[in-house]
């Protein structure tokens, strides 16, 4: 079956620092992925849609500019949190689509856990 | 996509059949039925989907209502290994962008 991974799988930074969290489509191209963030006790929350070759469309009330998402290959994109706060702790999930998925074309990450302290 | 709404919580006994409501009232004709799950701490996985007919698979089956208004996920044997969040979404067959709702909790008790 198609296999979406993250690296890494928790991380642990410092108030302003930038961390990068990978998603990669391990045998599978995918057409899109996406980037989710769920903070504990909520629901999954759509954050921004990220095409190959294409600059990210973010969902209202994300800041792009703090959340930069790169999409540089079928199989890799990648969610940089800049100048973590606090606040941007959270468990961040990506999802990548093919058409070759069995009807439902859709597969998840197993999640990064981000602390910032 | 169309609203889904689903119980908060719900409890079921090991090895019994639990079935698990979704309310999609609004739902157009090209919008198909997903049912996803998420175990703590995991990404969410796919468990069904359809349109119209009824489901089945290895992990569950899916009752969709003729007037298509409800459904129903039915997992035949529930085991501790299906203590997870259920979520029910609606949307068309193409569209990979997914709107998660607070989903039913779903605890198995042995």
């Known amino acids: 079956g198609a296999v979406v991974s993250q690296h890494p799988s928790w991380v642990i930074c410092k108030s302003g620092t930038s961390v990068k969290i990978e998603c990669r489509s391990l045998d599978f191209q995918a057409t899109t992925m996406f980037w989710y963030r769920q903070f504990p006790k909520q629901s999954l929350m759509l954050m921004a849609t990220s095409n190959e070759g294409s600059k990210a469309t973010y969902e209202q009330g994300v800041e792009k500019d703090k959340f930069l998402i790169n999409h540089a290959s079928l199989t890799l994109s990648t969610l940089t949190v800049t100048s973590a706060h606090p606040e941007d702790s959270s468990f961040y999930i990506c999802?990548?689509?093919?058409?070759?998925?069995?009807?439902?074309?859709?597969?998840f990450g197993p999640g990064t856990r981000l602390t910032v302290l | 996509d169309a609203k889904t709404t689903q119980p908060p919580s719900m409890d079921c006994a090991e090895g019994r059949a639990a079935n698990l409501p979704c309310n999609h009232s609004?739902?157009?004709?090209?919008?198909?039925v997903y049912w996803y799950r998420q175990i703590h701490s995991q990404g969410p996985q796919y468990i069904i989907h359809g349109l119209k007919n009824n489901e089945t698979n290895e992990m569950a089956s899916l009752i969709i209502t003729e007037d298509r208004k409800s459904s129903t996920l039915i997992l035949p044997h529930a085991t501790l290994r299906d203590t997870a969040v259920y979520y029910c979404?609606?949307?068309?067959?193409?569209?990979?962008?997914?709107?998660f709702g607070a989903g039913t909790t779903v605890t198995v008790r042995a």
């Open positions: 999802s990548a689509s093919t058409i070759a998925g069995g009807g439902h074309g859709q597969f």
């Open positions: 979404i609606a949307r068309p067959l193409n569209d990979y962008k997914l709107s």
């Open positions: 609004t739902i157009s004709g090209n919008e198909y």
